[in-house]
């Protein structure tokens, strides 16, 4: 069942999506490498605000997770340490 599901690693990271020339907006993505897998995902701006919800989302995965990959965006040092 897929809320039993329980990845080894999680990657965090945000693609910039941009619709008919003008519409823009950030798809923040937690997702297994390994199995190629979506594990939680939001849709917004490139903010706290906006991050923070996809930590929320995550935080059933605390201390159950044995490595989350992050890149260098400077945002997620408020929310993962």
């Known amino acids: 069942m897929l809320s039993d599901y329980l990845p080894e690693v999680i990657e965090i990271d945000e693609i910039y999506v941009k619709l008919q020339g003008e519409k823009k907006f950030y798809g923040w993505l937690a997702y297994d490498p390994r199995n190629k897998f979506i594990v939680d995902f939001v849709v917004g701006k490139r903010d706290d605000d906006t991050l923070e919800e996809l930590f929320e989302k995550l935080k059933r995965f605390r201390g ?11 945002g ?6």
């Open 64 to 74: 159950r997770v044995k490595l989350v990959l992050i890149d260098g965006y400077q």
């Open 76 to 81: 997620y040092e408020k929310f993962y340490h």
